[in-house]
């Protein structure tokens, strides 16, 4: 304590105003760093890639191609998609850039929509045709998400550029064959110089969604409940022609036990305004698994409603390898899609949705691999209203 004591004496004394300020300890890592550039290459890494692929009864190839990739703080965003319908004049795909960095999410990129519709162009005439045409939509479109919560959003995009029409060559051929009573015939030109030329289009959309799914490891979605409301306003403002689409879709899980759980799926669709609007061509395996993937006389139409559920629970486990399962599926599909859905519509049983109400069982599994599901479902329909023909009786052109 003395030794202590005569040191302090004889030492200088400092307040601690006059003490220098520390200085931060500093990386070597830092003295060579550079500013991050989230534009550059060297930033950026390749996402997950999903592909889906088969063939149809009628040899088409159906297949999608989503790809993705994001820079290093995610930040950033590109996103990739093809798909192609069973001919090679059904491909469409699109490139989008979407940035996150900010609680508003915005983005913009280019597109190719394929899109069908039920062509009732001849049905009054004497030949009674009813065949399916096609429309591809392409240009540029700006997007933008807002959330209110974790759980809640406001999504809107706008979408500029050209529409084409045109007929796959099965359909073309039919309708260019001539008529033994009229061999002047030529319905293909009267629907070309109807529907040729390339036409200015836009498009606006606004949703509102809202979802509190929970995932489990085994089953996927296993508890929660979303929905989605969206509206679809679009117009070629050269050609005096206005449309509006407004859809429904909802899903709700109740976990049982386990990774048991009971799913209940709703969807609801309507198209208004001209002839010429896109209409719903729903994929049967999500909807209505009883009727044959791309039936266009139950699958394509103006308005749809449908309702289905399943019952999921698990087979097996592979304990060694965790990233597998096998579950199995029990469920129902309800629904119908038409041209019209009012009491005038049910006047032509081809054409309201009560006529063509479908109901069918469905069993099956679910092969899990990872982050890829494969389903392997059967449909059994069963009968719960008269005897329908597709379109009446008419002949129908795919």
């Known amino acids: 304590v003395r030794i202590a004591y005569k040191r302090l004496l004889h030492e200088p004394f400092s307040s601690l105003s006059d003490a220098a300020e520390p200085t931060p300890p500093r990386s070597l890592e830092l003295d060579h760093a550079r500013p991050y550039k989230p534009l550059s290459l060297s930033n950026w890494e390749l996402g997950s890639i999903f592909l889906m692929a088969g063939l149809s009864s009628r040899g088409g190839v159906f297949g999608q191609v989503l790809a993705s990739a994001t820079d290093k703080l995610r930040d950033h965003g590109l996103l990739l998609s093809a798909a192609m319908y069973g001919d090679p004049q059904l491909i469409a795909g699109g490139l989008t850039y979407v940035r996150e960095q900010h609680r508003l999410t915005w983005g913009f990129g280019l597109f190719n929509e394929i899109r069908a519709r039920i062509d009732r162009r001849f049905q009054a005439s004497d030949d009674n045709l009813v065949f399916t045409s096609w429309e591809r939509f392409f240009g540029a479109e700006a997007l933008a998400r807002y959330p209110f919560s974790r759980f809640s959003y406001l999504q809107g995009s706008l979408s500029v550029g050209g529409a084409h029409y045109f007929l ?44 509190t799914v929970g995932l489990q490891r085994s089953t996927g979605p296993i508890r929660g409940s979303t929905f989605l409301l969206s509206t679809n306003l679009g117009s070629q403002p050269l050609d005096s022609m206005v ?25 609801l669709g309507a198209t208004l305004g001209s002839q010429r609007a896109p209409q719903y061509y729903l994929w049967s395996y999500q909807t209505l698994r009883g009727v044959p993937f791309g039936d266009i006389d139950y699958l394509l139409g103006r308005h749809f409603a449908y309702a289905t559920t399943e019952l999921q629970f698990p087979i097996l486990e592979f ?37 063509k109400r479908l109901f069918n069982l469905v069993f099956g599994v679910n092969f899990g691999f990872g982050p890829i599901v494969i389903q392997v479902h059967f449909g059994q329909p069963i009968d719960i209203g008269p005897v329908r023909t597709p379109n009446g009786g008419k002949l129908t052109i795919n």
């Open 243 to 267: 449309y509006d689409q407004v859809r429904l879709d909802a899903e709700q899980y109740f976990r049982i036990i386990g990774p048991v759980n009971l799913m209940f799926r709703v969807g």
């Open 168 to 211: 796959l060559d099965d359909t073309r051929d039919v309708l260019a064959e001539p008529n033994l009573d009229n061999p002047d015939r030529n319905l293909f030109g009267l629907w070309r110089a109807e529907n040729r030329g390339l036409r200015l289009q836009t498009e606006g959309s606004l949703s509102f969604g809202y979802n």
């Open 319 to 355: 304990s060694s390898m965790p990233l597998i399962d096998l579950e199995g599926v029990l469920g129902a599909d309800i629904g119908s899609v038409a041209d019209d859905y009012d009491a005038a519509g049910r006047r032509n049983p081809a054409r309201a949705l009560w006529d």
